[in-house]
Nanobody
């Protein structure tokens, strides 16, 4: 099995920064894509940023230019640096990863971490 353990959420003032982390528990999981989805209260979740095994990144228009997604393969951890936070960045951030585990295509979600932005 695979667990995605998120950390780094919290309360931050508008204009501030956060770094979210997503640690992948099982190194045997061959990740194809890993990224973050944000779910504002009462709304559907949307992709914020993702990175492929080859290092290709993809960002939502709303965070382009003020966010950076990266991976540390040695630590099996993915990071999202968010700068210039706005109230509309608030929500529960979920880590998502898909790839191959024991020859089976699999997808996993973390438990979520809350980001609150005060204006």
């Amino acid at each position: 099995q695979v667990q995605l353990v998120e950390s780094g959420g919290g309360l931050v003032q508008a204009g501030g920064s956060l770094r979210l982390s997503c640690a992948v528990s099982n190194s045997a999981f061959s990740i194809a894509t890993i990224g973050w989805y944000r779910q504002p209260r009462g709304k559907q979740s949307d992709m914020v940023a993702r990175i492929s095994s080859g290092g290709t990144t993809d960002y939502a228009d709303s965070v382009k230019g003020r966010s950076t997604i990266s991976r540390d393969s040695a630590k099996n951890t993915m990071y999202l640096q968010l700068n210039g936070l706005k109230p509309e960045d608030a929500g529960v951030y979920y880590c998502n990863a898909d790839g191959w585990l024991a020859g089976v295509w699999s997808e996993y979600w973390g438990q979520g971490t809350q980001v609150t932005v005060s204006s």
